[in-house]
């Protein structure tokens, strides 16, 4: 697992990509409070993240992460103006 720095925090990430394409940092070591499944891939690429409802986060028995969004101290200066 590769990791880099946020650039607003500093703390480590990793990145994943949506089911629709879209990066998204995510915090690297899994949270009992996670609710986002890794799905590595083969080729080294970025892994797959699948963001789970409450129900089926409770009901896996697999790691789950957290999005970097939900932790950083900073989340707001990434947030898009609409």
Same mark, same amino acid.
């Given at each position: ?18 089911? &629709?394409? @879209? ?7 899994? +949270?009992?409070?996670?609710?986002? @499944? ?11 993240? +699948?963001v ?13 992460? @957290?999005? +970097? ?7 707001e200066?990434?947030? @898009? &103006?609409r």
């Open positions: 697992m590769q990791t880099t720095s946020c650039s607003a925090c500093g703390a480590p990430i990793r990145w994943a990509t949506t089911t &629709k394409g @879209r990066r998204m940092p995510m915090d690297p070591d899994p +949270h009992p409070e996670g609710n986002v @499944r890794l799905q590595e891939l083969d080729d080294g690429i970025a892994p797959i993240a +699948h789970l409802d409450a129900l089926d986060a409770s009901m896996t028995s697999e790691p789950l992460y @957290r999005s +970097h969004f939900a932790t950083c101290p900073e989340s200066s990434f947030r @898009r &103006k």
